[in-house]
């Protein structure tokens, strides 16, 4: 899954410090994914992601696609074709006009704190943990597709097939809409998610924004970093340097 875009369009510099300062929304439901949680989903973290697009090669790109399929068990839809394939996290090339510079970014939901999707849906399926993690409700989510439309990033996919061997933190249903859930049912246990162990390398972070001694908070501190379409002000979770 691959898409060109536009740098300018796609990007704005912001500062890494503006992370620190940021409140998650007070009246969030709360909402445990894992029933292994053991650990109360409070307000007081928010997970986070650093992707360095200097580090991250291509192939950790594709290793990164694979450990999401393999994980969350997408990707082996028999019956969907083209745009209809769901697509948890992509292989984005995003090239600079002046330099000629093309930097490969993986794109996932960005776990935004201000989040469109969320606030579109009708039935409440969208919804984001005190932790900053946007999910779906599968049991809410009536199939409307607003969410997907809502979402500047094209991170939700929609299941238009009967699907069978599910995994059991996952379920997915035909007609309803899914999207990264940044390894919930991992993260409630204290790992990391699949895509990030799959790298073996630090060029992608994961952790706690809230934590000043948390690796990913520390680097932060250290580079220049951006969102993607910073300019929506949704204060993603998912940050990327080097681009
Ligand atoms: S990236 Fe899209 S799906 Fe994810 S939280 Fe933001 S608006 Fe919602
Ligand atoms: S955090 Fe999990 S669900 Fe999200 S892209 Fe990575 S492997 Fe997939």
């Known amino acids: 899954m691959n898409k060109t875009l536009n740098r300018r369009d796609f990007i704005k510099t912001t500062s890494a410090t503006t992370i620190g300062v940021v409140t998650v929304a ?18 007081e973290k928010r997970w986070g992601m650093l992707i360095d697009t200097n580090k991250l090669t291509e192939a950790d790109i594709d290793g990164m696609v694979s450990a999401c399929q393999k994980e969350q068990g997408w990707g082996s839809e028999l019956h969907s074709t083209g745009s209809q394939k769901p697509g948890w996290i992509k292989k984005v090339k995003v090239k600079d006009k002046a330099t000629g510079k093309v930097s490969n970014l993986a794109l996932m939901c960005q776990h935004c704190e201000e989040p469109p999707c969320v606030d579109v849906c009708p039935t409440n399926a969208s919804m984001k943990r005190e932790d900053g993690i946007v999910l779906v409700d599968k049991h809410l989510c009536i199939g409307c597709r607003y969410c997907m439309m809502a979402c500047p990033y094209d991170a939700r996919s929609f299941v238009h097939e009967t699907l069978s061997n599910q995994k059991e933190h996952m379920p997915r249903g035909k007609g309803t809409v899914e999207s990264c859930t940044m390894c919930v049912h991992k993260v409630d246990k204290g790992e990391v998610p699949a895509c990030v162990t799959s790298v073996n390398s630090d060029a992608v972070i994961f952790g ?18 951006a969102q993607i379409r910073a300019d ?12």
């Open 26 to 43: 007070s009246g969030i439901t709360l909402t445990t994914f894992a029933s292994t949680n053991k650990v109360p989903v409070t307000n």
């Open 232 to 243: 929506l002000n949704l204060n993603t979770g998912v940050r990327y340097s080097g681009i």
């Open 208 to 225: 706690d924004l809230y934590d000043a001694s948390s690796k990913i908070n520390q680097t932060l501190k250290t580079v220049q970093s």
